[in-house]
Nanobody, 115 residues
């Protein structure tokens, strides 16, 4: 059974960098043709895809967030990490990690940007 678990601070101050980690069990993040994504849902809004890191380690980002986003991985720990810089209250959302093609999702973690 594949499980994804997000972790990271629930509160981030404006202008700081949001950092979240997704730990994957039951599958390898290097499995061919798996793409490991970060997605978010701001309060009262729909899902927004942030970006992914592929099985080969190559990232790809939503153009609207690209300048502030970095997704990396640690294959020894089978986990991948999101960093979103210069956050504002508009970045407040429930953040999910997922493998969309395989329909694996984490339960999500709430991040609030506030001073």
């Amino acid at each position: 059974q594949v499980q994804l678990q997000e972790s990271g601070p629930g509160l981030v101050k404006p202008s700081q960098t949001l950092s979240l980690t997704c730990a994957v069990s039951g599958d390898s993040i290097t499995t061919a043709y798996r793409y490991w994504s970060w997605i978010r849902r701001p309060p009262g809004k729909g899902l927004e895809w942030i970006g992914y890191i592929g099985y080969n380690g190559n990232p790809y980002y939503n153009p609207s967030l690209k300048s502030r986003t970095s997704i990396s991985r640690d294959t020894s720990k089978n986990q991948f990490t999101l960093q979103l810089s210069s956050v504002t209250p508009e970045d407040t959302a429930m953040y999910y990690c997922a493998s969309l093609g395989s329909n694996y999702w984490g339960q999500g973690t709430q991040v609030t940007v506030s001073s």
